[in-house]
């Protein structure tokens, strides 16, 4: 028998938007092409969405041996990150404040400048142990297809007391409305934020979302936020920065 459970995606994602619907909990036997949710912070869910799953609760683990980090995929950052810290493994002090999961993590391949998840990580188990190669990370992308139920990392040197209140610094101009973080990747040599300001949409607003006034690149949920009004300043964004600039914003969120 299937297991499911009832998300209400209006309070679980980071945007506090999407319907209330019945999700599979999915284990190494049943996925069968669902869409994975993590924690909902770099995914829009549309009030049609169907088909998704979320792990189950087992996959939710730490462990350490002999240089090795064994963490299951839906492990918070978070958690990884005071686990390390505590065990003096570096590597990890950039995700002290990066919301999410780390399997949904490692198929974003999320990062800071400094680092990104895919620096540390040995392999990851999908269908099966794979090793990292297999998955081509780059800049918020990898071939994952299958869901993550493990990632084995590899420790390369002790936790960084220094960049890591370094990292923390430099989120202090973070907006703290719900948000996905960055909607958009940053185009080679340029940053997204700044071609949506340079079009004059920084603190434009749709119904209840805004696009951020302290970094435009964030689009906050001011209270009632749908669905559609993300889509039209995301649509909006894309004409106008192609037609001032010539240049394609590609989504680095995920919108079901
Ligand atoms: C305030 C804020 C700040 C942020 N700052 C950053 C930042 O600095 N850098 C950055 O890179 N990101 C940032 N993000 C985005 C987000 O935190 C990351 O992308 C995060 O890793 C997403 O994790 P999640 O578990 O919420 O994934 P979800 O949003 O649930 O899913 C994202 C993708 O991963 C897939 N997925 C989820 N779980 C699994 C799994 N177990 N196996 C396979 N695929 C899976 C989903 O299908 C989807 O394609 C920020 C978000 C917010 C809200």
């Known amino acids: 028998m299937e297991k499911y459970k009832t998300i209400d995606f209006s309070r679980f994602s980071s945007i506090k938007i999407g319907p209330k619907i019945k999700v599979k909990i999915i284990d190494e036997n049943n996925y069968n092409g669902e869409f994975l949710i993590g924690n909902a912070t770099n995914t829009l869910v549309s009030p049609n969405a169907k088909n998704l799953g979320i792990l189950d609760e087992k996959y939710d683990f730490i462990e350490y041996k002999n240089g090795i980090l064994k963490v299951g995929g839906k492990t918070k950052n978070r958690k990884l990150y005071r686990f390390a810290k505590e065990h003096n493994l570096g590597g990890f002090e950039f995700l002290a404040h990066l919301p999410g999961t780390v399997g949904g993590s490692v198929k974003m391949n999320a990062g800071v400048k400094e680092e990104e998840i895919s620096n540390n990580l040995l ?22 297809k299958d869901p ?19 990292l923390k610094n430099m989120r202090k101009n973070q907006p703290s409305l719900p948000s996905l973080g960055s909607v958009f990747k940053n185009p ?19 119904g209840g979302i805004m696009v951020s006034d302290i970094h435009a690149n964030f689009f906050v949920n001011t209270g009632g936020g749908s669905f559609e009004d993300m889509l039209y300043l995301i649509n909006l964004a894309k004409k106008r920065v ?6 394609t914003l590609e989504e680095e969120i995920k919108i079901l």
């Open 148 to 166: 993550v139920f493990e990632a084995l990392f590899e420790i390369k040197r002790d936790y960084d007391p220094a960049l890591d209140i370094k």
């Open 123 to 144: 392999a990851l188990k999908t269908d099966k142990l794979r090793e990292k190669k297999e998955f081509n990370f780059s800049y918020r992308h990898s071939d994952i």
């Open 242 to 247: 192609f037609e001032t600039f010539g240049i």
């Open 188 to 206: 080679k040599g340029d940053y997204a934020g700044r071609l949506i300001e340079a079009v004059g949409m920084r603190g434009m607003v749709k």
